[in-house]
């Protein structure tokens, strides 16, 4: 390889890992690899306070973690867009309820703590947390473990039986894009006067939004994917 060509190789390295760690940076505190099995686990606790479903799955092994990896990003869209709506909502003086208040923060009110120490197991840990809707808290075991450079553990039963199943997420991801959009719709018209009061806002709702709402919320929708 001549001299060129090995300065073009060390530059190319250099730009990715440059943007590799501008990624990384990027990441929300609750998203970054922890270092422990206990700071996975207060990792999770973070990111279940923020409704950050994104990082809630990169926390997560197995069948759950994968299938909530997939629908962050359409989740995430729609959390803006209806962000979006209340904002222009707010401009002109409209006050809005609505059933996304639950739908889009579905972690409030979760508690995910660690009760007792890490057990290792070989190259895993076994851990006992209790998880759950504030007074509706399990406790149970999980495993810790190593996977993709990071420490993930088991999905606690409560975000199993949350998450659709594999077979189904390509059809909840198409939810969340088409929610994405009405929403986003929706606010365009809110700011510019199309839909002036609280009763065309609930006509224009009852029309476009709750029939999606009502798909992502039937129980087929969260049958538990399995760990």
Same mark, same amino acid.
């Given at each position: 390889?001549?001299?060129?060509?090995?300065?073009?190789?060390?530059?190319?390295?250099?730009?990715?890992? /440059? $943007?590799?760690?501008?990624?990384?940076?990027?990441? #929300?505190?609750?998203?970054?690899?922890?270092?422990?099995?206990?700071?996975?686990?207060?990792?999770?606790?973070?990111?279940?306070?923020?409704?950050? &479903?994104?990082?809630?799955?990169?926390?997560?092994?197995? =069948?759950?973690?994968?299938?909530?990896?997939?629908?962050? $990003?359409?989740?995430?869209?729609?959390?803006?867009?209806?962000?979006?709506?209340?904002?222009?909502?707010?401009? %002109?003086?409209?006050?809005?309820?609505?059933? &996304?208040?639950?739908?889009?923060? #579905?972690?409030?009110?979760?508690?995910?703590?660690?009760?007792?120490?890490?057990?290792?197991? %070989?190259?895993?840990?076994?851990?006992?947390?209790?998880?759950?809707?504030?007074? %509706?808290?399990?406790? =149970?075991?999980?495993?810790?473990?190593? =996977? =993709?450079?990071?420490?993930? /553990?088991?999905?606690?039963?409560?975000?199993?039986?949350?998450?659709?199943?594999?077979?189904?997420?390509?059809?909840?991801?198409?939810?969340?894009?088409?929610?994405?959009?009405?929403?986003?719709? /929706?606010? %365009?018209?809110?700011?510019?006067?199309?839909?002036?009061?609280?009763?065309?806002?609930?006509?224009?709702?009852?029309?476009? $939004?709750?029939?999606?709402?009502?798909?992502?919320?039937? #129980?087929?929708?969260?049958?538990?994917?399995?760990?």
């Amino acid at each position: 390889m001549d001299y060129r060509a090995r300065q073009r190789m060390a530059a190319g390295s250099t730009w990715l890992c /440059l $943007v590799t760690s501008y990624w990384l940076a990027a990441l #929300p505190l609750s998203a970054q690899p922890a270092q422990t099995p206990e700071a996975v686990i207060a990792a999770l606790r973070t990111a279940l306070d923020n409704n950050d &479903l994104a990082a809630v799955a990169l926390h997560l092994t197995g =069948e759950t973690g994968r299938t909530l990896r997939q629908l962050a $990003v359409p989740f995430a869209q729609c959390q803006r867009a209806y962000e979006q709506l209340l904002r222009a909502a707010k401009e %002109k003086g409209l006050t809005l309820a609505t059933p &996304l208040d639950r739908t889009l923060r #579905p972690f409030d009110g979760f508690e995910c703590t660690l009760v007792g120490e890490p057990i290792r197991d %070989k190259d895993t840990f076994r851990a006992r947390i209790r998880c759950g809707p504030r007074g %509706k808290t399990r406790e =149970e075991t999980v495993i810790v473990l190593q =996977e =993709e450079g990071r420490w993930r /553990l088991t999905a606690p039963e409560v975000l199993v039986r949350m998450t659709p199943t594999a077979a189904r997420a390509p059809a909840v991801t198409r939810l969340y894009e088409e929610l994405a959009r009405v929403l986003e719709r /929706l606010a %365009k018209q809110v700011a510019e006067g199309q839909i002036e009061n609280r009763q065309a806002f609930l006509t224009a709702f009852a029309l476009h $939004v709750a029939p999606l709402v009502e798909a992502l919320e039937r #129980p087929s929708a969260g049958t538990g994917s399995g760990r």
